[in-house]
Nanobody, 127 residues
Framework: QVQLVESGGGSVQAGDSLRLSCAAS????????MGWFRQAPGKDREFVAA????????VYGDSVKGRFTISRDNAKNTVYLQMNSLKPEDTAVYHC????????????????????WGQGTQVTVSS
């Protein structure tokens, strides 16, 4: 069973960049597809991005497409989320998640496809 720990959150100004990291332990990281989700106060959890276990396939939520980039380093058991041109509406707790299901692009958008979750890291963007 994999454990996930996010880091890299913080408070920034609009237009700034942040890179989030999610370190995995306790499992074979390269066997998991990985995703990032976020949840703002009073809102449902929102899909941000996902990456296949080999890193060849990525998908993004419409609100972050062109600004955020997901990547992974299987040698370091870590998945990253590079966030550029941050906006106040990006303020949320960001969670990484892992799935060991057979890869399915359309399923990767949904929380239920992921079996393992981290505790999250707060990102606050001020205008």
């Amino acid at each position: 069973q994999v454990q996930l720990v996010e880091s890299g959150g913080g408070s920034v100004q609009a237009g700034d960049s942040l890179r989030l990291s999610c370190a995995a332990s306790g499992g074979t990281f390269s066997s998991y597809h990985m995703g990032w989700f976020r949840q703002a106060p009073g809102k449902d959890r929102e899909f941000v991005a996902a990456i296949s276990r080999n890193g060849w396939m990525t998908v993004y939520g419409d609100s972050v497409k062109g600004r955020f980039t997901i990547s992974r380093d299987n040698a370091k058991n870590t998945v990253y989320l590079q966030m550029n041109s941050l906006k106040p509406e990006d303020t949320a707790v960001y969670h990484c998640a892992a799935s060991e299901s057979v890869y399915d692009r359309s399923s990767s958008y949904f929380e239920g496809w992921y079996a393992y979750w981290g505790q999250g890291t707060q990102v606050t963007v001020s205008s």
